[in-house]
């Protein structure tokens, strides 16, 4: 299993970004995908899920509203899509096939201006 996410980067307060995770090694249509992040000092944090079958989603409270999951079966990619970016959004973001111990690098994202 291998899951390289991208897209992150240093954005100024009010911005969007669209992260990216690439999935490999699985049948990633059979699996429900996640969005973690975890900022300084603090803990890792679910922010967003999409389930397999029905593509339903779920969102912390934190986000929602300004988070968007979505994913591709047939690229084998998940995507988190960002607006209205806040100083508090800062933190590397991670992708994680549902409820296992597979993680990618992970991608930062820095929102200052």
């Known amino acids: 299993v291998q899951l390289v996410e991208s897209g992150g980067g240093l954005v100024q307060p009010g911005g969007s970004l669209r992260l990216s995770c690439a999935a490999s090694g699985f049948t990633f249509s059979g699996y429900s995908m996640s969005w973690y992040r975890q900022a300084p000092g603090k803990e890792r944090e679910l922010v967003a899920t999409i389930n397999n079958a029905l593509g339903s989603t779920n969102y912390a409270d934190s986000v929602k509203g300004r988070f968007t999951i979505s994913r591709d079966n047939a690229k084998n990619t998940v995507y988190l899509r960002i607006n209205n970016l806040k100083p508090e959004d800062t933190a590397v973001y991670y992708c994680?096939?549902?409820?296992?111990?597979?993680w990618g690098q992970g991608t930062q994202v820095t929102v200052s201006s």
């Open positions: 994680n096939r549902r409820g296992s111990g597979y």
